[in-house]
């Protein structure tokens, strides 16, 4: 397949996700039965976001100008895939970016999230069969060419140990933040619970902690958090919130809560589901300067940054890690 080829096949995948939800209905119930964090509703989002953002013609042509991508590079690379499955479809743009680069993909899908990649590979099969010579799923990943490895803290430094003799990309934990003015619209307020808890918080690009102004008033975001109350009826996400309010409540800490989200005062920028932390600043430039150097950040989101309500609608160029996953594979 040349390039066009392969963005007319993408496209009509991103097409896919959006009109043929009769067809699609099965298999989402099998993924969300497989994982009951993937809700119908995130699986929903998750692929009219990447219908919206990534699969569409228009977006693929003028994102690929800025790169050396041929039409059928030879020898065609061996890129070993090991995808994430805290959020539905995660792992999505790593194989789109192997996929149109013109390499082969070797994925190892997560257990949590392999119903719906796989399913979408099927359909770009049954429109065209040359994709087997693109993207294959195996267990065992040795003998690629290169690696893109998404997980833990802790698995990373696995991956590190095993594929550090070949050209790599290795993710590691990270969260996101959202920087408070004080001076928000009930509506900018809205968005940013969004992007707290869309996904139940568990994305990378989720925001875990508010930094807030001085004496900075709360009782308007816990209204606007309100809207995810009913995640209080599902029982996983609400095990995590009992137990995380009564460790907060066994070590006397302060704490705010509107029945299905917690607030606490804390340091770290990771905080664990159903959990938001904050810390107060007084000086917004020197706040700026720390936020962008720190490495466990994703995105940052305020009015001086990305708007609310985009975390998770990150485009073609919001590479994870800030890593551009497409010169590292024009690199091979």
């Known amino acids: 397949m040349n390039i066009k080829e392969r963005i007319e096949l993408l496209a009509k995948l991103g097409e896919y996700f959006v009109m043929n939800q009769a067809t699609l209905q099965p298999v989402k119930e099998k993924a969300s039965l497989q994982n009951p964090w993937f809700s119908i ?5 998750a692929l009219k976001n990447i219908s919206n953002n990534f699969l569409q013609q228009h977006l693929l042509e003028e994102w690929i100008k800025q790169y050396d991508v041929k039409d059928d590079p030879l020898p065609r690379k061996n890129v070993g895939v090991i995808m994430a499955g805290n959020i539905p479809l995660v ?3 790593d ?13 190892k899908a997560s257990s949590k999230d392999e119903v719906l990649i796989k399913h979408a590979v099927q359909k770009l099969t049954e429109w065209n069969e040359e994709i087997n010579q693109y993207i294959t799923f195996s267990e065992n990943l040795k003998n690629c060419d290169a690696y893109i490895a998404t997980g833990s803290n802790n698995s990373s430094r696995y991956f590190e140990y095993y594929f550090s003799k070949y050209p790599n990309i290795i993710r590691k934990n990270r969260t996101s933040v959202a920087v408070i003015t004080g001076d928000e619209t009930e509506e900018e307020l809205n968005l940013l619970a969004d992007d707290m808890l869309l996904f139940y918080g568990m994305g990378c690009r989720n925001v875990s902690k508010i930094f807030v102004p001085e004496e900075y008033d709360f009782i308007q975001l816990l209204d606007a958090l309100r ?4 995640f209080a009826d599902f029982h996983k996400y609400r095990n995590n919130y009992d137990y995380q309010l009564a460790l907060l409540m066994m070590n006397s800490k302060f704490y705010m809560t509107n029945d299905a989200v917690i607030i606490t005062e804390n340091e770290s920028v990771f905080a664990p589901v159903s959990q938001v932390n904050y810390s107060y600043y007084d000086d917004a430039a020197a706040l700026r300067e720390s936020l962008i150097s720190n490495h466990d950040i994703q995105c940052i989101v305020g009015k001086d940054f990305i708007p609310f309500g985009s975390a998770q609608s990150p485009s073609l160029n919001d590479y994870a890690d800030g890593i551009d996953t497409m010169k590292f594979l024009s690199s091979l």
């Open 91 to 93: 792992g999505f743009h």
């Open 95 to 107: 194989l789109l970016c192997v996929f149109i680069s013109g390499n082969k993909a070797v994925i």
């Open 227 to 230: 809207k995810y109350n009913r």
């Open 41 to 45: 509703e995130f699986i929903d989002l």
